[in-house]
């Protein structure tokens, strides 16, 4: 069965015969992959009110566990946005009241950032069916397909975030 990369694979074999274009049949896939699950995840949170990045702030604070509070400096490290972006997904959230800023007890100058028990409540809601539509994706793989594939998408991944090609 053929997807739209062997396709686009073919054309550039027939364009540019020279040209190897074999990588694209992994990071092709893997753009196409994430395009689809960018689709899939908006329908999901949309459905719960969720704009753009705010599930991604409120995962961050709650998989940081109890109190669920953290600087937003680490909340934008943690998510490679930058602290613009950040700061008006904050504004967003605290105007729905899924967060609150507060002063940080260790450093008056400084403030964090904490779950609201509605983000919590939320949050915790969001991820059930946020995990539900990832693992469904997944059942089309055997165990040790998954397996094989976080290994490998691992690998890759450190080799990226180290500065590889």
């Keep these: 069965m053929a997807d739209h990369i062997d396709f686009v694979v073919k054309q550039w074999a027939n364009a540019m015969p020279a040209l190897d274009v074999s990588s694209m049949e992994v990071f092709g896939r893997m753009l196409r992959i994430m395009k689809h699950l960018a689709k899939k995840r908006a329908k999901v949170l949309s459905a719960l009110g969720f704009h753009e990045g705010d599930f991604d702030v409120l995962a961050t ?57 509605t983000g919590l409540h939320l949050i915790e809601h969001a991820l059930v069916l946020h995990v539900d539509m990832q693992n469904a994706l997944l059942s089309t793989l055997d165990d040790a397909q998954v397996q094989q594939l976080r290994h490998s998408l691992s690998q890759l991944l450190i080799s990226t975030e180290e500065g590889g090609c």
């Design 61 to 117: 604070l709650r998989r940081a566990g109890e109190p669920y509070c953290l600087s937003p400096t680490t909340l934008y490290q943690s998510l490679l946005v930058t602290s613009g972006a950040m700061t008006n997904r904050l504004n967003r959230l605290e105007a729905q009241g899924l967060i609150v800023r507060l002063l940080d007890p260790s450093d008056k100058r400084s403030m964090r950032v904490a779950l609201t028990e």
